[in-house]
């Protein structure tokens, strides 16, 4: 079952662009801000989070019997593409190459914070940060787009995915207090750990495999956030990157933009590589 809804909400996200009108995030809102009376961030936290998890499993638990589980499938789907990151990362990446391949860097600036609202400090007046912080920001956005709720889905069913996208929403959430914020995302870095370094291996796959394994090795115990360990790792594994020292103008452009292209595929084909490790272990 699990491997068929994949394929499914892989197919609606190639039509919509994203999970479509199912990502309709205004009940959690209107929910989250329900709560606000609540003083302790580890209860607000669980009723944010764990309330609708668990009602998610009584759900599918109660609609299990019925016509030979069609109900929980469809459901599951459901899930799955509420579950999956926001936006269009195909259009947010054309329109920040866009910009930047017209050498337009506030434009490219301003597109690539679709990809992290916190991007670098520096904005658009130094080029070679703004690339860095963009690479950065899509190794991660891929990961936590996909890969982490997939990851949960077939491990632990929809409600984990669910949970995760939850959690996600809430450590990016401007609206709420900081201490709400870095509980979620406390309990994000949990969630990530082994997924995002499942996904680093897949990197090793696919790309240059001695460099990769042996960067994995080094970083496989080390605590740093799982979008640095993405950065780290897949850079082993690019065919394109940029070269130390000083590059011109016009050469950097092009290189930085075939590197962030580079990273797309990579992420693209890493999803595969584990999309076809669920649908064997489907038939096993």
Same mark, same amino acid.
């Given at each position: ?13 190639? =039509?919509? *662009? ?15 801000? +329900? ?18 998890? =668990? ?14 589980? !069609? ?12 579950? !999956? ?8 990446? +054309?329109? &920040? ?7 337009? @860097?506030?434009?490219? &600036? ?19 940060? !703004? ?10 956005? *891929? =990961? ?25 929403? @809430? ?5 709420? +207090? ?19 370094? !499942? @996904?680093?291996?897949? =990197? ?31 850079? +082993? ?45 489907? @038939?096993?």
């Amino acid at each position: 079952m699990e491997f068929f809804a994949i394929l499914i909400a892989w197919a609606a996200v190639q =039509f919509w *662009g994203s999970g479509g009108v199912i990502q309709e995030d205004n009940w959690f809102i209107s929910y989250r801000e +329900k709560t606000t009376g609540v003083a302790n961030s580890s209860l607000r936290l669980l009723l944010l989070v764990g309330l609708p998890v =668990f009602g998610v499993f009584i759900v599918l638990w109660w609609l299990a019997p019925i016509l030979f589980g !069609l109900p929980v499938f469809l459901l599951s789907v459901a899930l799955l593409l509420y579950s !999956l990151g926001r936006g269009d990362f195909q259009i947010l990446l +054309k329109l &920040y190459l866009n910009s930047w391949q017209r050498a337009d @860097l506030e434009g490219a &600036y301003q597109h690539g914070r679709g990809f992290s609202a916190e991007l670098c400090e520096t904005g658009a007046d130094n080029a070679l940060q !703004l690339h860095l912080s963009v690479r950065k920001a899509m190794f991660y956005q *891929g =990961f936590e787009r996909w890969f982490a709720v997939v990851f949960w889905f077939v491990l632990a069913g929809p409600a984990a995915a669910l949970a995760y996208r939850l959690l996600f929403l @809430l450590a990016n959430d401007d609206q709420l +207090k900081q201490q709400d914020r870095d509980r979620a995302a406390a309990v994000l870095v949990y969630m990530e750990w082994l997924p995002v370094r !499942l @996904l680093v291996l897949a =990197f090793a796959v696919i790309g240059n495999f001695d460099s990769c394994i042996a960067s994995v090795r080094e970083n496989f115990k080390s605590q740093q956030p799982s979008a640095e360990l993405l950065d780290t790792v897949g850079m +082993k594994a690019l065919p394109v990157y940029l070269p130390e020292g000083q590059v011109d103008g016009e050469q950097f452009i092009k290189l930085a933009a075939e590197e962030l292209s580079a990273v797309q595929h990579l992420l693209s084909r890493s999803l595969l590589v584990w999309v076809c490790v669920v649908a064997v272990l489907q @038939l096993i």
